[in-house]
């Protein structure tokens, strides 16, 4: 995957959590550990790729800048990586 793929599901990732009430813990817990995965990929992509970032929190905004910038690759096609953390509504 692309940096500016990562960078388009993490940032949908973190807009997706703050859309989920508090009280729904098991799927912030779910959409969390995705989302975790995903921005140490990001980092780990960025540093390939020699884009310098000073900690996670300005990784976060070159993700949203490189996702603002816009991409042409359908998210549908981006396979994401299997994280369990347990069943949505169990």
Do not use: C
């Not at 859309?19 to 550990?33: L, Q, S, W």
């Not at 921005?39 to 996670?56: A, P, Y």
């Not at 042409?72 to 949505?88: D, M, Q, R």
């Amino acid at each position: 995957m692309t940096v500016v793929e990562i960078a388009r599901i993490y940032t949908d990732l973190v807009n997706l959590d703050r859309k989920i009430p508090d009280n729904e813990y098991i799927a912030k817990d779910e959409v969390g550990a995705l989302r975790a995965t995903y921005h140490q990929m990001l980092m780990d992509v960025l540093r390939k790729e020699g884009i310098e970032f000073s900690d996670r929190f300005d990784a976060m905004r070159i993700a949203f800048e490189l996702v603002a910038k816009g991409t042409s690759t359908p998210v549908s096609t981006i396979p994401v990586p299997s994280v369990s953390v347990g069943k949505i509504g169990s």
